[in-house]
Structures are given as structure tokens and as C-alpha cells.
């Protein structure tokens, strides 16, 4: 216990300097929102991209865009076309709801209120679609995130969890996590399966005795100075490459981390070290 605390104070005191690594706004949602966007995709979301319009067109362009941000700010054309879309099971698919209603979500941020009345309403509905249908599921309604109410509903509590998320709680969520990672990794973690000594979960624990110890091994990338890091003797190569990342890259997001095969561990023979160990043997 004293060790663990040890080591959430010394995590503590690494975010004090580094700060927990928060996505910002945008890129939040964009991954609340459209989860599975392929990397163009999210490059168009993220960047100012213009796109190739002749000139003659483009004041009918914004045109049909104001008259379409008007209808959408109609509430009983929105509610009739989203329930027109939905009655379309087989045209309409999941994915069309999901995308549908992230779009949607996106284009009433500005104006909270209004999404929380459509919101209300098109919740209002589907329970009672779903009571009618059956009373004995009404318990796993919301869980299947497959209508566009359900999604818009996980943009709503997206749009209005972040900044609490990033002042409060994110980093003792952010600490939780990396201690238990941390306290997990302290033991055997088996590559293949995920078992591991000190887990969790009762289902993932490694039944058979792994004998192993700890060690500590002096890393440098090119010519830096060497810096320790904790591994064990069973670790297998990928995993001491993760635990040579989360040291280097502490703070830092992981999608700015390389991977770990973009890297290879070496030997790195030290005259000094050799020298010293001799002169320490033979010299008293």
C-alpha cells in the first residue's frame, strides 16, 4: 500500500508539470460523434477545406443553406422528417440513423434549448413505442444507441459533459486509470490472453505460478541521458517497448506517441560501467 501511494504521488506530481493530455473540443466530439471516421474524414472535419464550387453556383448554395437552417429551426418540420426517415427501415440503416443524427446534433449546438426540446420529444416517443411493443424490455431501452433519439442523446450529454469532464472530473479518472495500470503491469500480464497477476477481474488472473523479477533498465534514444525504467524479467519485447513509451511520453497523448514498432531496442555495450565493475572487483 505504501509503494502504491508512493507511486500516485510521484504520478501526481508528474501532471502537475505536464497536465492531464485533454483532447481539445473538436476533436472530442469528433470522436463522440463519428466514432468510425476514416482519417480523410477527419481531416475534412478538423481543417477549413473549401470545396470546388463555380462561382454562379455559390449564392444558391448559401441560399438553400440559410432556407435549410430556417426549416431546421422549425420544430414540427424536424420531428416529421426524422420520423419520416426512421419509418424507413430498409433505405435507412443504422449507420445512415447514427451519422444522421450526429449531423443534426452538430447543426443545433449553438442553441441548447431548442436540441433539448426536440430531444424530450423524440425521447417521449420511442418510450412509448417501446412500452407498447414490450413492457418486458423496457429495462435494455437506450442501451442499443440504434435510433437517431438515442444517439442525439449521447451528442447532448457529450456537448454538455466537457468542460466538467476537463476542470473536474478528468484527472482523478485519468489518476485512477493509470494507477490501476500501473499496479496491474507490476506482475506478470500475459501477451496473448491479458491475463495478469494482479487483475481486476477475477475471470482474467493468471491461474498458474510465473516465476519473475523486477528489473530496471537504463534507456537513451540517440545520445540522451539515460533514463530507468521498470520492466520484468518475463515482459516480452512489445511490452517493454510500452513501458519504455509511458516513460518517455508521460503527459503526452497517445495518438502523438509512436508505436511500438516504429522503434527496436538495442544493447548498448558502456566501456565506463565495465571499468568501473573491474576496478571495484579487483582493486580493493
Known sequence: FAELQTDIGEMTNDLCHSGVPFHDYRIFCMKILFPNAT?????????????????????????????????LYNKTFLLLLIQALEADKIRFRLFDRLTFASIISILLQDKLEYFTEILKILLADLIDKQLQQDRNNSKILLR???????????????FLLYHYIRD???????????????????????????ESRYSLSEDKLIRQHVDYNSLTILVSELDSKPVPVKV???????????KILDTFYKGIPYSKRPNVDDFELGIVFCIKI????????YVR
Open 39 to 71: 482519417d480523410e474524414e477527419k481531416y475534412m472535419m478538423l481543417h477549413h477545406v473549401e470545396l470546388p464550387v463555380n462561382a454562379s453556383r455559390l449564392n444558391n448554395i448559401h441560399q438553400g443553406l440559410r432556407l435549410l437552417g430556417q426549416l
Open 232 to 242: 520484468l524479467s518475463c515482459d516480452t519485447i512489445t511490452q517493454v517497448k510500452e
Open 144 to 158: 442499443s444507441n440504434e435510433s437517431v433519439a438515442e444517439k442525439m442523446l449521447t451528442n447532448w450529454f457529450a
Open 168 to 194: 473536474h472530473a478528468g484527472s482523478p479518472l485519468y489518476i485512477l486509470f493509470q494507477s490501476v495500470k500501473q499496479q496491474i503491469h507490476k506482475g506478470p500480464v500475459d501477451f496473448v490472453t491479458s
Open 274 to 281: 565495465l571499468f568501473k565493475t573491474l576496478f571495484k572487483k
